[in-house]
């Protein structure tokens, strides 16, 4: 079985920063794609940033310049660094990874069960 577990999530003043983690953990035999996505109250869950094990990202058009995604593959940890936080920005973020394991070989979607991050003065 696999696991993902976020971290990081919080209250922050509109301009500040935080930065989340998400480690995966269990039998695992490959972590592919990692990425970060949020679902704020009444709206759908949308995608914030991916990144490859390669390290190609991709972000939404919202946060560009402003987030930035980052991942460790030894540890396999992804991270988001939030700068210039607005309240917009106000979500549930969830940590979601493609991961083979030993016990399922194939690549299989895995979910976080999401932190909170609210952006109020």
């Known amino acids: 079985q696999v696991q993902l577990v976020e971290s990081g999530g919080g209250l922050v003043q509109p301009g500040g920063s935080l930065r989340l983690s998400c480690a995966a953990s269990?039998?695992?035999?490959?972590?592919?794609?990692m990425g970060w996505y949020r679902q704020a109250p009444g709206k759908q869950r949308e995608l914030v940033a991916t990144?490859?094990?390669?390290?190609?990202?991709v972000y939404l058009d919202s946060v560009k310049g402003r987030f930035t995604i980052s991942r460790d593959n030894a540890k396999n940890t992804v991270y988001l660094r939030m700068n210039s936080l607005k309240p917009e920005d106000t979500a549930v973020y969830y940590c979601?990874?493609?991961?083979?394991?030993?016990?399922?070989?194939?690549?299989?979607?895995?979910w976080g069960k999401g932190t909170l991050v609210t952006v109020s003065s």
């Open positions: 979601n990874a493609d991961v083979s394991s030993v016990t399922i070989l194939r690549v299989m979607n895995y």
């Open positions: 269990g039998s695992i035999l490959r972590v592919n794609s």
């Open positions: 990144i490859t094990s390669g390290g190609s990202t």
